[in-house]
């Protein structure tokens, strides 16, 4: 596609905007092209699924794991924060309270949302909520496409700056606007996958899905051996296990504190040119040692 200068200027615009609001990285993808992603054209085969919690959570009246995407969207703006392993506290859920790196990804959506209402007033922007059955999408799969990094045999996006570490939210636009990835990006290629042997439920030690049995090239964790259920048990067990502590910013009463298990994400031997940095390392040495 032939992309105009108000439409590049208005790329690199949005993308800035995205830092200046909080986000760490932010690229743009087609929603033609994200229509049908891997994980939107897998769910429907996916094993067990049917008994996942999520699928209680429907709001969009459609199928289980299927995106609602409106008619007028054309182009998805997804961005990341950095969660770093020394910050785990803005994963953590106290109570029913919303993370604190959940809360800045919202507020990233309603910044953005502002700016571009108030400055573009014919372009319609549509936030997207966390979870596909109330509205999302897959943002591991829009990031890809963003050129935000790869998806690793850890089934996590992994970006060259953060490694895993990152979360992601986006917001879906009504303008067409030149897609910023994908990315040349593997530090897989070269690793005995520590990520696979840390996870304390195994959940990557089959294969679940095939290239034969499914027909699709991108599976779960690259070679289909990431099997959800183990990892949403382990999910389960982090909840019924939560300690109970007083978080005086909170509450003086003790609360329920939910730490999610992010072995996959931390035992990654990748950790990302920004996140050597942070940790006071040597920036050209991105690899853990073995
Ligand atoms: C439901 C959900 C869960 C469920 C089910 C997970 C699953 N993968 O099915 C449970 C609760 C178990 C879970 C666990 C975790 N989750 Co979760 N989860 C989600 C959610 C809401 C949807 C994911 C989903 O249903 N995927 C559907 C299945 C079919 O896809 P999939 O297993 O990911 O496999 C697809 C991809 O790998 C893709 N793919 C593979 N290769 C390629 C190549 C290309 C080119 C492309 C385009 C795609 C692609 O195709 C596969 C399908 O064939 C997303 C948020 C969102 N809206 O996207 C967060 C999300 C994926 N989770 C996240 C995280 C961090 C976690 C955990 C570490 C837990 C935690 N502490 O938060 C673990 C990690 C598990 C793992 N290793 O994958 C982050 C990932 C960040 C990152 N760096 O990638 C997300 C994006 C949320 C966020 N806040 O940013 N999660
Ligand atoms: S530990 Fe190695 S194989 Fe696993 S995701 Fe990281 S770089 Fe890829
Ligand atoms: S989040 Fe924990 S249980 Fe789930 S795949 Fe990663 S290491 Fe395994």
């Keep these: 596609m032939n992309w105009s ?29 994200l229509k049908n992603s891997p994980s939107e054209q897998l769910f429907p085969n996916m094993k067990d699924h049917a008994r996942d919690h999520f699928a209680e959570q429907i709001t969009t009246g459609l199928a289980h794991g299927a995106v609602k995407w409106e008619p ?6 997804v961005f990341a924060v950095s969660h ?25 959506s309603a910044k953005l949302k502002q ?37 690793g045999r850890n089934n996590l996006l992994i970006t060259p700056e953060y490694g895993a570490e990152v979360r992601l939210r986006a917001i879906a636009l009504s ?17 005995g996958r520590p990520c696979a ?27 289909g051996d990431y099997y959800r259920k183990r990892c949403a048990l382990e999910m389960e067990e982090n909840e ?24 996959c994400e931390f035992s990654c031997r990748y950790q990302g040119t920004r996140g050597q940095h942070t940790r006071g390392q040597q920036k050209e040495l991105q690899m853990k040692p073995e």
């Design 84 to 108: 770093p392993e020394e910050k785990p506290e803005l994963d953590w859920w106290c109570g029913e309270i919303n993370p604190p790196g959940n809360k800045l990804l919202a507020q990233i």
């Design 240 to 263: 019924k296990n939560a300690p109970m502590e007083q978080v005086l910013e909170y509450s003086k009463e003790p609360m329920p504190v939910i730490r999610y298990c992010r072995t």
């Design 175 to 191: 303008r067409e606007l030149p897609p910023s990835g994908p990315l040349e990006f593997d530090p897989c290629r070269e690793c």
């Design 197 to 223: 042997a840390a996870c304390p439920k195994d959940a990557f030690s089959q294969v679940i899905y095939t290239r034969e049995e499914t027909g699709f090239s991108c599976l779960p964790a690259r070679e």
């Design 72 to 77: 007028e969207e054309k182009t998805v703006l």
């Design 5 to 33: 200068e108000e439409q590049k200027s208005l790329a690199e615009e949005l993308l800035e905007k995205a830092k200046e609001f909080g986000a760490d990285l932010a690229g743009l993808a087609s929603v033609a092209r």
């Design 115 to 151: 700016y571009i209402e108030e400055h573009y007033p014919d372009i319609r922007v549509y936030p997207k909520p966390y979870h596909v059955e109330k509205g999302g999408i897959y943002l591991k799969d829009a990031a890809v496409e963003a050129g935000l990094g790869c998806i």
